[in-house]
């Protein structure tokens, strides 16, 4: 009985001391900078190339994070004021969109000062160029006797029996659907603004409904490529190079590829904006975008850093002259007006 | 008692009695006031956070927040006579209001709940919108797009204008308002929450029922065996239930994948010479749930079979009874409650599932709680959000309720 | 047991009943078993046969990253959390055996049920309220929310311990002079620690293994170790969620033992 009336005065003391630590915590939030990326091996490649030398010479604290590109987190964010995001990794269409709507502080390029130095592309209102990356189909050449060379023969399950990957979204699935379906690629976006565009794309993707396993994360294809869950997958070209890396036979096919920029954007509301802008310049520096690079092969925004790559590295860019023929720029413009309806569309369809 | 024999006088009995009947409400009161922490706590942090959220499947304040003024003039409007001047100017001021103050991206989301093509005509708009009309603020909107001019364009404002609305409620039963303003059922392409509700429903109803089939056996062996060799297998029971949800989740991942460890030893044993297709399917995402659901079936039932006394069957077959019919007619009806709390308990905990199916599951598997997610996380859409959850949760009140009602006839405390 | 008289449909029966419980046994425990080994294979997949013996994933797991900042988050937010429910649920468990009044059952109902609501409308609501009150994106926040989410085991583990509690002690030690204080420091609370400590522990499970709630409230900074765990089984299921997962197992399995410690020395639970 001692004992436990000992255990019960300690368990006082336990009390007291949690209750002090509980409120100690709601005055001590830290503010360090939160940069926020699409995570995987890209992540991995900012850390070394960007975060940890950021740290290191500005002495700034950081936190990273990820996401999957899920704009309505931070619209969200920043409509109900609580913006814990300091820097966002944004695809273009997003971008446009969020600035329009108030959801991004416009940039001060004056103050950034960097503006002549990043390719014409780089500078928008308010996000500056991250890197330059591509959506591509990629297979196991180990496992694939027969090459495939287009996204007719992704659609070919005949010919290449097994499951295929596709991102879960209607952005670039109806853009593959339709080249599938014989739409070229420089007309793929003027198909795809009328309404009987939408619905041959939806009906191309029924066909192969039954055989696609949907990613969401960037690191999942070449996940599912390598243990064999999918014959065929649409991937970002840099984690599928980053696979390469590791020894992996994994083959890109750039035709019929789409390709964009990310951009850093600064969510409305962000108490860090001074580091923010920090980060940014270090980012867009020659020498942290040909270390970003040569970790993961997305193309540089600096023109200066892609002449710091080796040879073989650049033949691996999305930039690089050979992998431009036959790719699609991104239609920044349709999916601003669109996503809305056609993701709506999408999901409901995905969901049957 | 001594109250007969000794008769005290009446005065000292009343002051009795109250004294007794003060205490008495003092302390009730006192328990009350025990209890009335943690209620409270529960009720600002828990309650009003989800009714609040509950809320928002009827909240429409979108374009009345974002043109206070417009949205009066709609809701006067009688939506047949072409809207006047007034209108148009009311409009042009306070679009480039609702610029300023960020309101007009919750503004565009509703309005393309209407008509997916308004968003894109409204922001058009306001790029192009001078700030001081050429002519009329009518004719300035019509030349910028000659939608402005049409009758349906103003129509499907003044959908949006009103406060409230039954639209997502109505929406989450795959119903809508046609033109006229009766309820119909949206065209066939657009249905698909009839379709997850009877999925989610249909997942729940299949994990429960493969629980008891297992469940049901194992208790019953775990409540006949030896006290000690009962208490060494319950932890077969116990370490999983104490077992971090993710981390199963993960190991099923592994073992079910088509390199993995299932797949791999039944091609080597040589049952099959394809690996099957067990994960990112409905059979992962069963196999998943009924894995991390199981022990909240085996326990109620192993604490209300362990309070059943073997001697009715025993007796049951020495007065001649088959063992399968004493154990069926005798044994089974008294474990009948164990089997009806623990039922629901599983259905409703599967009811709300979300992160098994999520990672174990492809989307024709995922249920009511993704689509709550999805809403909120992916397309800013919260009456839609809203009006999906509260569906579910009127659905688990229910069945919380007559589980409620199953454990209040048992014995007080189950565990 | 097995009778010598039983005819032979009855022996095979009886078999194949055990047979059948033994596979649900081995079904139980296959996931717990599969996932540690692989925690100490050399190669990055997870496969088996495994490939040889190596620490490496305990190595980065421990070393300074998101892994261990994760851990180290779970550690503040499950503790508080633990504390809070067993506060509010202790004293919510005396007072429903004290007395009866009015609105009980209902209470006891609203108390019980953030175990079955589901959990993805708890963390919308939540993350809409928390928004508006400014506790999105802090410790507080996740600590309030976990402790809403593990104060029902508290409640239902002490009121438990309290059905074999004989109130007439706390008369008693009202009668000797001692007030409502001192009664339940001394002589109520050492009585139903057993419970209490079993309640908090479940409660300390719940916020150690919560994932719903925290992906919607926390922000980067308050990343928990579930929600690591989240991401990592998403993105890539690297041998290193398997050693994490070892070690929650074996946390499971000390959590387990304590509990069963106590129930065995109170007198029900």
Same mark, same amino acid.
């Given at each position: ?29 830290? $503010?360090?900078? =939160? ?21 290191? $010479? ?120 339709? &080249? ?39 690191? $999942?294809?070449? &996940? ?64 942290? &975008?040909?270390?970003?690079?040569? &970790? ?22 999305? =930039? ?11 239609? =920044? ?10 993701? $709506? ?8 | 008692?001594?109250? @007969? ?6 005065? /000292? ?79 042009? @001021? ?43 603020? @009518? ?43 009766? *309820? ?11 379709? +997850? ?31 000690? /060799? ?99 007619? +005798? ?12 039922? *629901? ?20 598997? %995922? ?36 589980? @409620?009602?199953?454990?209040?006839? %048992? ?5 | ?107 006891? !109902? ?107 409230? !926390? ?51």
């Amino acid at each position: 009985m001692n004992a436990v009336f000992r255990s019960n005065r300690s368990l006082k003391y336990f009390a007291t001391t949690c209750l002090v630590g509980l409120g100690l915590l709601i005055s001590t939030q830290a $503010q360090a900078l =939160t940069v926020i990326s699409f995570g995987g091996a890209s992540g991995d490649a900012m850390k070394k190339a960007y975060y940890d030398p950021f740290i290191a $010479q500005t002495k700034t604290e950081l936190t990273p994070g990820d996401y999957n590109g899920e704009f309505a987190k931070i619209r969200s964010m920043v409509e109900t004021g609580n913006v814990s995001w300091d820097l966002v990794e944004m695809e273009s269409p997003d971008l446009t969109r969020g600035c329009f709507e108030g959801v991004f502080e416009p940039l001060d390029w004056d103050k950034l000062g960097i503006k002549d130095q990043l390719m014409e592309s780089a500078v928008n209102k308010c996000g500056a160029g991250v890197f330059v990356w591509s959506t591509v189909l990629a297979y196991d050449g180990e496992k694939l006797k027969e090459a495939p060379s287009s996204w007719k023969d992704f659609w070919d399950v005949q010919k290449f029996p097994g499951k295929r990957g596709l991102r879960k979204g209607a952005k670039y699935t109806l853009e593959f659907a339709l &080249q599938a379906d014989g739409v070229p690629a420089e007309e793929v976006y003027t198909v795809l603004a009328t309404p009987e565009g939408v619905d041959r794309a939806f009906k191309k993707l029924d066909e192969l409904k039954p055989h696609i396993q949907w990613w969401e994360a960037g690191a $999942q294809p070449p &996940q599912w490529l390598v243990a064999g869950d999918v014959v065929m997958s649409s991937a970002y070209s840099g984690r599928i190079a980053a696979a390469q890396a590791e020894g992996r036979k994994l083959v890109i096919l750039w035709p019929g590829s789409i390709y964009d920029l990310d951009y850093w954007a600064i969510p409305k509301g962000s108490k860090n904006i001074e580091a923010a802008y920090e980060f940014i310049k270090f980012a867009s520096q020659p020498d942290t &975008q040909a270390a970003y690079s040569s &970790q993961i092969p997305y193309g540089p925004v600096n023109p200066t850093a892609i002449e710091k790559l080796s040879p073989e590295k650049a033949k691996e860019m999305p =930039t690089y002259t050979d992998n431009l023929k036959g790719a699609l720029a991104m239609g =920044t413009e349709f999916w601003v007006d669109n996503s809305e309806e056609l993701e $709506q569309r999408f999901n409901a369809w995905a969901a049957k | 008692m001594a109250t @007969q024999t000794m008769a005290p006088p009446p005065t /000292t009995q009343t002051s009795l009695k109250t004294q007794l009947r003060r205490a008495e409400r003092r302390r009730k009161l006192n328990a009350f006031l025990l209890v009335a922490p943690l209620a409270l706590f529960l009720l600002v942090i828990f309650v009003f956070p989800i009714g609040s959220m509950l809320w928002r499947s009827v909240d429409n304040s979108e374009l009345s927040q974002a043109l206070p003024q417009t949205a009066q003039l709609l809701s006067a409007w009688d939506g047949q006579q072409p809207p006047s001047e007034a209108f148009y100017a009311s409009l042009a @001021q306070e679009l480039k209001s609702a610029l300023a103050n960020g309101n007009i991206g919750s503004l565009g989301r509703r309005l393309t709940y209407e008509d997916p093509t308004l968003r894109t005509l409204v922001t058009q708009t306001i790029r192009k919108l001078p700030d001081t009309p050429e002519t009329t603020w @009518q004719q300035t909107f019509s030349t910028l797009n000659p939608r402005w001019a049409e009758l349906s364009t103003w129509q499907a404002l003044k959908k949006a204008a009103p406060t409230t609305t039954d639209r997502y409620l109505l929406a989450s039963l795959d119903l809508e308002r046609n033109a006229q303003g009766e *309820i119909t059922a949206v065209a066939p392409e657009k249905q698909v929450y009839i379709d +997850v509700f009877l999925r989610t429903l249909a997942i729940a109803g299949a994990v429960t029922l493969i629980c008891l089939i297992m469940g049901f056996p194992l208790a019953y062996l775990l409540a006949t065996l030896p006290t000690g /060799t009962s208490n060494l297998l319950m932890i077969f029971v116990l370490l999983p239930f104490w077992t971090s949800l993710l981390v199963r989740t993960a190991a099923w991942i592994v073992l079910l994948q088509s390199g993995g460890m299932v797949n791999t030893s039944l091609m080597g044993l040589g049952f099959i010479s394809q690996p099957l297709e067990l994960v990112f399917n409905r059979v992962g995402v069963l196999i998943a749930m009924v894995h991390i659901l199981l022990p909240f079936m085996v326990l109620p039932l192993y604490s209300v079979m362990k309070g059943i006394s073997p001697h009715y069957q025993r007796a049951a077959i020495s007065l001649g009874a088959h063992p399968f019919k004493a154990f069926w007619q +005798v044994y089974a009806p008294q474990t009948l409650a164990g089997v009806g709390a623990g039922t *629901i308990l599983v259905f409703i905990m599967a009811l709300g599932y979300y992160i098994t199916p999520a990672l174990l599951g492809g989307p024709s598997d %995922q249920m009511v709680s993704y689509y709550v997610a999805y809403y909120t996380n992916t397309t800013n859409n919260w009456g839609m959000a809203a009006a999906l959850g509260s569906l579910l949760l009127i659905i688990t009140l229910v069945l919380y309720m007559l589980y @409620q009602r199953l454990v209040n006839q %048992q014995t007080p405390n189950r565990r | 047991m097995i009778q010598p008289y039983t005819s032979r449909l009855e022996r095979i029966w009886f078999w194949a009943f055990r047979l059948f419980c033994g596979l649900v046994l081995i079904f139980l425990m296959l996931p717990v078993l599969v996932i540690i080994p692989l925690s100490f294979n050399s190669s990055s997949f997870l496969t088996y046969p495994l490939s040889g013996f190596s620490w490496q994933w305990y190595e980065t797991i421990f070393s300074p990253g998101p892994w261990l900042e994760s851990l180290k988050n779970s550690l503040i937010v499950a503790p508080l959390a633990t504390l809070l429910a067993m506060i509010f649920g202790t004293l919510a468990a005396v007072g429903f055996n004290r007395a009866e009044f009015p609105g009980k059952n209902l209470l006891m !109902a609203l108390i019980i049920s953030p175990m079955v609501a589901p959990l993805v409308i708890v963390a919308v609501g939540m993350y809409f309220f928390f928004a508006q009150v400014g506790l999105l994106n802090s410790y507080l926040g996740l600590v309030l929310a976990h402790a809403v989410l593990g104060v029902p085991f508290v409640v239902i583990t002490v009121n438990a311990t309290l059905q074999g509690f004989d109130t007439n002690q706390m008369r008693a030690g009202a009668s000797l002079g001692a007030n409502p204080v001192q009664v339940f420091f001394d002589i109520v609370l050492p009585q139903i620690l057993p419970g209490v400590i079993s309640g908090g522990l479940f409660a300390f499970a719940t916020s150690f293994d919560e994932v719903v709630v925290a992906l919607f409230i !926390a922000s980067p900074t308050e990343r928990t170790l579930p929600i690591q765990m989240f991401s990592g089984i998403r993105e890539n299921i690297s041998p290193a969620i398997a050693a994490m997962a070892t070690i929650m197992i074996l946390m499971s399995v000390l959590l387990l033992l304590v509990v069963e410690l106590l129930r065995r020395r109170s007198v029900r639970i």
